[in-house]
């Protein structure tokens, strides 16, 4: 009975349309589907370089820096899961429905924003005596103190390993 089925598909196969083209010299038009994911889009206007996008990515192709202002991705990391578009807080993010075209480069894709900068405020702000305020120290608890000192001593314990390698 398997030979049959066999002989069924053998036959179709030869005498049918072959499934795959020549890609460079052929190319089918992209399909575009309801929930295809192409790659992702970034709108820089309303982008706020908050970075909960590179925090979402799960294969880290996002990096975001505010004091540069800069948002960039790796388009070959990307996995197109779209988990850093449903994080984004502003929706800059999207993902569009067309595929990256194919290229022989391994470029990262940055896109910058003009960093505002801010004014000083208070007395003396135009003057070399323009600091920030001293942040309030916060009271710990001695629970607090300990588990703070316990992640300290781990963290020297992981760059001592890392030191000796």
């Known amino acids: 009975m398997g030979n049959f089925k066999l002989g069924k598909m053998t036959l179709r196969s030869l ?3 072959p499934a795959t083209v020549q890609y460079p010299a052929e190319q089918v038009p992209a399909m575009s589907y309801e929930h295809m ?3 992702v ?6 982008c706020i370089l908050c970075g909960m996008c590179q ?7 996002i990096a ?8 960039s991705i ?4 990307c ?12 929706s800059c993010l999207s993902m569009g429905a067309s595929c990256a075209p194919a290229t022989t480069d391994l470029a990262v894709t940055t896109l910058h924003k003009p960093v505002e900068e801010k004014p000083a405020t208070g007395e ?12 309030k120290k916060v009271q710990l608890t001695p629970e607090q103190e300990a588990r703070v000192a316990a992640a300290r001593a781990r963290k020297a314990a992981k760059e001592a390993t890392r030191a000796d390698v």
């Not at 003396?124 to 942040?135: I, N, Q, T, V, Y």
């Open 37 to 39: 994911r192409g790659h």
């Open 124 to 135: 003396g702000a135009s003057g070399a005596g323009a600091e920030k305020p001293a942040r």
């Open 74 to 77: 790796d388009q070959y990391r």
């Open 55 to 61: 925090r979402a990515c799960p294969v880290g192709a």
């Open 64 to 71: 975001v820096d505010r004091k540069g202002g800069t948002w």
């Open 15 to 17: 005498f049918g349309k």
């Open 41 to 46: 889009e970034c709108d820089m206007d309303t």
């Open 79 to 90: 996995i197109q899961c779209a988990s850093c578009t449903r994080e984004c807080p502003k």
